[in-house]
T-cell receptor, first 114, second 112 residues
């Protein structure tokens, strides 16, 4: 069955520390992969996306993600977290190819402590 | 360029009442999607319009939900009658052909 898993519901990091949010998917081929962020009171903002090509993808706000086909993973990373990064992060997948319905993971809430 | 807008931002209604949510997509986007997030669960797809036609409505939970997109511009999602389990955040997204989806800020629906 097609699915997206974000194993960490809640993560707390210190400001300035590095961050990695995990995402795994289950699918027989390579899907389109996305990371979205939702800050308090805001909508969903696209951080980055992967369709093909270079497996290390750069996004906005200093985020990057790496696609690993062998692990069916698309983990999000940031070398140094800022207090303003506190938000909920969603891994998302389009399984069918093209821009059809998006399947979301359950989200990871990031707390940043001083 | 204006993004996807949704109205209202928050609605509180009683069980059994009717509520209509509105979504205005980015101008020129033929594709319009509705999603819903219920009580801390994952965001789930409801349906997809291409212009005024329903392309995929496999995620609509039941016949109390009615989505329309007259003229292929804005869309409405009506819930009638509302039940407690309909509470959640309703997101709208739009896209042009071959592009990613841009999401609106969502409408928080509370059914009491």
């Amino acid at each position: 069955a097609q699915s997206v898993t974000q194993p960490d519901i809640h993560i707390t990091v210190s400001e300035g520390a590095s961050l990695e949010l995990r995402c795994n998917y289950s699918y027989g081929a390579t899907p389109y992969l996305f990371w979205y962020v939702q800050s308090p009171g805001q909508g969903l903002q696209l951080l980055l996306k992967y369709f093909s090509g270079d497996t290390l993808v750069q996004g906005i706000k200093g985020f990057e993600a790496e696609f690993k086909r062998s692990q069916s993973s698309f983990n999000l990373r940031k070398p140094s977290v800022h207090w303003s990064d506190a938000a909920e992060y969603f891994c998302a997948v389009v399984f069918s190819g093209g821009y059809q319905k998006v399947t979301f993971g359950t989200g990871t809430k990031l707390q940043v402590i001083p | 360029e204006a993004g996807v807008t949704q109205f209202p931002s928050h609605s509180v209604i009683e069980k059994g009442q009717t509520v209509t949510l509105r979504c205005d997509p980015i101008s020129g986007h033929d594709n319009l999607y509705w999603y819903r997030r219920v009580m801390g669960k994952e965001i789930k797809f409801l349906l997809h319009f291409v212009k005024e036609s329903k392309q995929d409505e496999s995620g609509m939970p039941n016949n109390r939900f009615l989505a329309e997109r007259t003229g292929g511009t804005y869309s409405t999602l009506k819930v009638q009658p509302a039940e407690l389990e309909d509470s959640g955040v309703y997101f709208c997204a739009s896209s042009s052909l071959g592009s990613e989806q841009y999401f609106g800020p969502g409408t928080r629906l509370t059914v009491t």
